[in-house]
């Protein structure tokens, strides 16, 4: 590959303003995700009320939801005659990552709630045998069960990264403004640029890499701290 | 501390403690059979259930001065020491070297302070979490069956520790265990659970040596091997 097929295949796709769009809509809808996710988790496996089973099997039927679907139904609800069409977020980031957010924290809600509902009592049991209060308690939970709760963030993350029907739905794969890696990928294609899109593909790996590199780094720095 | 009237349901079992009294600074066991109410008992005791009705006047202890130790102990995903200093922790006590060094000692883990505490072997573990129970200097300790599958040097090193804390501190012990042969030493009062009901308590000489009840007789009988005191 030469520099002008560079030059060009960055300015055709999009490809920097692409990568820099999924950073952001990643970032953000894991970001959101998480804390909506972990937060409604806890509040699920701490309450009890009547069909809380419903409750469970909805969450769990959305962990598997289509994309396309849940993307459909971001952009009924933001379009411009839609119930949120005022916030005028259809075809943005802000739209893309509502979209990512529906899509991701049921996954990360539900994969959190699962490991609550077997951990949690025993947890809890022990930290009262301690003298713990309700604080403590809830804070030494979220501690004992750091790793589940990592691994639920980076499938997050990963679901993230890899999306294409909803992004392409609310966003528009608009380039230079709404363009992802993955429609960009997506687009490639369409055009019978299969090298280009196997090149794109591979740096969305990367990133990805990178990012679980730097999460075990940190992770490892904590193991550290602790004196293991 | 007292418990008069205390019920407690779960499914078909009904645990009924009309009246029970376990005099402060002593060690009381609590011996039966499988099933009998003695965990139920220990838990509603530790406040981990709460009873359906009846009461329990700790007589000014509050739930920071109790503890409880059980047969699988709950240990944090954390270093020997971390787990060590935890109930300090929230309490908000600054963990002095020569406490903590003193407690890893009394555990036979003085060389694996830094070793994640998952990793020890069950021995071990019975060990850290005994110490854990101790090091904040509770007023009510209940040990639930945390001798089982002990070995032998295990069960003395569990016995020395709480016969050398009696003579330094005495606190309360609620010690729950099979083996008649500890219960028989250490304790000053035995208490006897059947059916969710306690049915006969005295010292050790009335209730091993010399029963009245005749479900404690029958207990006796088929443990007579375990029991040799």
Redo the contacts between chains.
């Keep these: 590959m030469n520099e002008p097929f560079f030059s060009e295949f960055f300015g055709t796709i999009g490809m920097l303003d692409s990568i820099r769009v999924t950073i952001i809509m990643s970032f953000f809808s894991t970001l959101i995700s998480s804390i909506l996710g972990v937060t409604l988790a806890i509040l699920l496996e701490r309450s009890t009320f009547p069909m809380k089973r419903l409750v469970v099997r909805i969450n769990r039927t959305m962990m598997g939801a289509p994309p396309v679907v849940m993307g459909l139904l971001t952009y009924m609800l933001l379009r411009k005659r839609g119930p949120l069409g005022f916030l005028g977020w259809v075809f943005t980031i802000q739209g893309m990552v509502t979209a990512q957010t529906l899509i991701i924290t049921p996954i990360i809600c539900g994969m959190v709630y699962s490991y609550l509902v077997r951990e949690a009592p025993?947890?809890r049991?022990?930290a009262?045998?301690?003298?713990?209060?309700r604080m403590?308690t809830n804070l030494?939970i979220l501690?004992?069960i750091r790793?589940e709760v990592y691994f639920s963030v980076v499938s997050g993350y990963g679901r993230s990264i890899s999306e294409v029907g909803a992004v392409f739905l609310v966003g528009g794969n608009i380039k230079n403004v709404t363009r992802t890696m993955t429609t960009a990928i997506s687009t490639l294609k369409g055009a019978g640029d299969y090298y280009e899109g196997v090149f794109l593909g591979i740096i969305l790996m990367l990133m990805a890499f990178v990012v679980q590199t730097l999460a075990d780094w940190f992770r490892k720095e904590v193991r550290e701290d602790?004196?293991? | 501390m007292r418990i008069t009237d205390l019920t407690r349901r779960q499914g078909d079992f009904l645990l009924k403690i009309d009246n029970a009294y376990f005099e402060p600074g002593k060690i009381h066991g609590m011996i039966g059979s499988n099933g009998s109410g003695k965990s139920t008992l220990a838990k509603l005791i530790?406040?981990?259930i709460p009873a359906d009705s009846g009461c329990i006047d700790y007589e000014g202890l509050t739930?920071?001065?109790?503890?409880?130790?059980g047969q699988k102990p709950?240990l944090?995903?954390?270093?020997v020491?971390?787990n060590l200093i935890?109930?300090l922790k929230?309490?908000g006590i600054e963990p002095r070297a020569e406490l903590v060094d003193q407690w890893l000692e009394k555990a036979g883990l003085q060389h694996k302070?830094?070793?994640?505490a998952l990793s020890l072997s069950s021995g071990e573990q019975q060990r850290l979490s005994f110490a854990?129970?101790l090091i904040?200097g509770p007023k009510l300790v209940i040990v639930d069956e945390t001798l089982s599958n002990l070995a032998p040097d295990g069960v003395r090193l569990f016995e020395s520790i709480m016969e050398q804390q009696q003579r330094e501190n005495p606190i309360t012990w609620i010690t729950i265990s099979h083996q008649l042969v500890h219960i028989s030493k250490l304790c000053d009062e035995v208490h006897f659970m059947e059916q969710g009901r306690l049915v006969q308590s005295g010292t050790p000489e009335q209730v091993l040596k010399h029963p009245t009840n005749p479900s404690v007789i029958q207990y006796l009988a088929n443990t007579e091997v375990s029991f040799k005191g």
């Design positions: 025993r947890i049991a022990f009262h045998t301690m003298g713990a209060n403590q030494l501690r004992e790793n602790e004196n293991y | 530790m406040g981990i739930p920071r001065d109790i503890t409880m130790t709950y944090l995903h954390s270093s020491y971390q935890y109930p929230i309490r302070r830094k070793q994640y854990r129970a904040f």
